[in-house]
């Protein structure tokens, strides 16, 4: 250990140097692209690389230490112990500064990995739940300090629970510092929006635009009286978009993303991150440009503060989505995390039709068996909508019209679909494209809430398995699995969001309830209440993951065919064993010959999920409904 305080800060100067060698090409290689004809580009270089060497020096000493600790474990998230769980802070437990009192439930469910989401201090109501972020230095008040936040990711670190938080990289809340200067003409904050005299840009652009919120903020653009400008505004109205092509912003942002970090946040969860880059005649989604700068901001990260990992979130198809997670070029480069969106599209599809075979095709087709220093975070619910992603082309491979399964799926889960056992509500259906997304909780998505209401046990029981089969299965087919508030207690729809004048007009309000905290207690004590059977079959589950080194996430998911409609099937091939999962996205029962478990190196047919051997009768092995079966 260095002697004087002087020597111990020439020691840290020269890790910060060796950090800096290791990723300068990563760095710079991408913002020469991207800035190197700028006319600022030597002011702004010389200002990045000193905002990162004070982040460093600011970097408190244990926060160093993991750093360390990362970096001789550079696969700590890939781990099959690690489960997350996502939260508002207000609606789990008030403040910030309760959220210490609430990590002994969490790590009895198994979690070790928390999402706080949005924290950062948003414009006043309506902020599209946190997202329009109007001071980035600043907690939420409602939520506490600063202060307050550090002491909560102080008490996570030492209980070993990683903190991920919100960064929403694409805009701003129209009421930022930032913001209200561009508008009163300040030309320097003017440049870091993207703003347009007349509307002659804005309609070129439009051509090839989307719409996201087709119902709440149509267009893409909106206009100022006040200033004369058209602003862009991919959202809503309030929060305008970021121009990343000023290298300024790049440098705004990696501050901000450096005092996170030096804050206590483990994952930084990156939002909206296929729009940040424009280009005319495009959807202006996922340009090259947007990987070149997450990979910038990467090596940023693994030069000051190389323990935090970055979430990419891109709800986009496949094919699109892969690449942050850092491909071709920018492989084992990019994000470390990005959700798995196909997966958790293809669960409820293969649900509502009691039919994998386009689950199977799809997750066989495009996805890589491994990647590099990345993983997915796979999910059955979330904070948003679920918008059907399944392509006209996926559907034709397995025989349907992809038009018609996404209105089934929809009419299925608004529970309009005869016979469905769901019960959910659109969001944002638009009429020009016939695109119709869903809210709903993952307890009544599945069947418990219509199941109760009619007080039908065994409809009941087939939506605890259903939600069960669910988890074990994003518990196993590799990434981190996070568990969304609420879901680990089966919490049916929220319909007071109606009377909420700031939510009404969003649907995603329906499934972001309130914590319940009396039905905590009755998973407890009423070992037969439906909180005890979900409470305990999520915690089982994460539990036995745990214990299963075939889990880890660098081992390779291979798909299986099953030649059963019902049954999806997955391998996960370590080079000391394998484990194979079936599910059964049916409500019978049907079976697997043993012949095909010892096709794929199954031998001995123990199911470690239920802990029992499996019975086999005269060459098949018997599968319940929604079973859910790990062979080992
Ligand atoms: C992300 C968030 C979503 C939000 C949007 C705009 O998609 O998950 O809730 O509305 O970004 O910030």
């Not at 809340?173 to 347009?196: N, Q, T, V």
């Not at 799809?362 to 990647?371: D, S």
């Not at 918008?387 to 397995?398: I, L, Q, R």
């Not at 007080?455 to 089969?469: E, F, G, K, Q, W």
């Amino acid at each position: 250990m260095p002697a004087t305080k002087k020597t111990a800060i020439e020691f840290n100067d020269r890790i910060f140097d060796l950090r800096r060698e290791r990723s300068h090409d990563d760095l710079w290689s991408m913002l020469d692209r991207l800035y190197g004809t700028h006319p600022d580009y030597a002011k702004f270089s010389k200002a990045l690389d000193r905002a990162m060497r004070a982040a460093w020096r600011d970097r408190p000493e244990d926060l160093r230490l993991l750093d360390l600790k990362r970096d001789l474990e550079p696969d700590w998230f890939q781990r099959p112990d690690m489960a997350g769980y996502v939260f508002y802070i207000d609606r789990f437990c008030g403040t910030l500064a309760r959220v210490p009192e609430k990590l002994d439930y969490l790590a009895d469910l198994g979690i070790n990995y928390v999402h706080f989401m949005p924290c950062l201090k948003p414009r006043p109501a309506p902020n599209d739940g946190g997202y329009s972020v109007m001071d980035y230095g600043k907690i939420n008040p409602a939520y506490g300090t600063m202060d307050d936040f550090e002491a909560a990711t102080t008490a996570c670190r030492e209980r070993g629970i990683s903190v991920c938080v919100d960064m929403v990289l694409n805009h701003t809340a129209k009421e930022h510092a930032w913001a209200k200067k561009a508008r009163r003409g300040d030309p320097k904050y003017a440049d870091y929006y993207l703003m347009f005299d007349d509307d002659t840009l804005p309609k070129q652009y439009e051509r090839t635009l989307v719409e996201i919120f087709p119902n709440d903020a149509p267009g893409n653009f909106t206009w100022y009286d006040d200033c004369q400008k058209w602003v862009w505004t991919t959202f809503n109205e309030h929060q305008w978009d970021l121009n990343w092509a000023n290298p300024q912003v790049f440098l705004e942002m990696a501050k901000i993303m450096l005092n996170l970090a030096n804050r206590g946040v483990d994952v930084l969860r990156f939002d909206a991150v296929a729009f940040m880059w424009k280009r005319m005649g495009t959807r202006c989604q996922s340009e090259p440009e947007c990987h070149m700068l997450l990979q910038a901001l990467r090596a940023v990260c693994r030069i000051v503060a190389p323990a935090v990992i970055h979430l990419e979130e891109a709800i986009v198809s496949p094919a699109e989505m892969l690449p942050y997670l850092g491909r071709g070029e920018h492989d084992g480069r990019e994000g470390n995390l990005a959700y798995h969106n196909s997966l958790m599209v293809q669960f409820w599809s293969a649900l509502a039709s009691s039919d994998t075979q386009l689950m199977t095709y799809v997750m066989g087709a495009h996805f890589p068996p491994n990647l590099t220093n990345a993983t997915y975070a796979t999910y059955l619910r979330c904070h948003d909508d679920i918008g059907w992603a399944v392509t006209d082309e996926d559907a034709a491979v397995v025989g349907l019209n992809g038009h018609l399964h996404r209105a089934f799926l929809s009419d299925f889960y608004e529970g309009a679909f005869p016979g469905s056992f769901s019960k959910g509500e659109l969001f944002q259906y638009n009429p020009e494209t016939g695109d119709k997304r869903i809210s709903g909780t993952c307890a009544s998505l599945a069947g418990l809430e219509k199941a109760l209401d009619a007080n039908d046990a065994a409809a009941t029981d087939r939506a605890v398995d259903r939600i069960l089969m669910g988890h074990a299965l994003i518990a196993s087919s590799g990434g981190i699995p996070l568990i969304y508030m609420g879901d680990e207690l089966a919490l049916t729809n929220d319909y007071g969001y109606h009377d909420v004048p700031a939510h009404a007009h969003d649907s995603r309000w329906l499934h972001r309830p309130m914590m319940d905290w009396a039905g905590a207690d009755i998973a407890r004590t009423d070992l037969n209440s439906v909180q005890a059977r979900v409470w305990n079959g999520i915690r089982g589950i994460l539990a036995r993951r745990a214990g299963v080194r075939e889990f880890h996430a660098a081992y390779p998911t291979e798909i299986l065919q099953t030649g059963n409609a019902a049954l999806f099937a997955l391998a996960r091939r370590a080079p000391f064993g394998s484990v194979v999962c079936v599910y059964n996205f049916s409500d019978y029962w049907t079976a697997l010959p043993q012949s095909w478990l010892v096709q794929h190196g199954m031998t001995h047919h123990v199911d470690i999920l239920s802990g029992g051997a499996v019975a086999s009768d005269r060459g098949a092995v018997p599968i319940a409904p929604y079973a859910r079966a790990w062979f080992s």
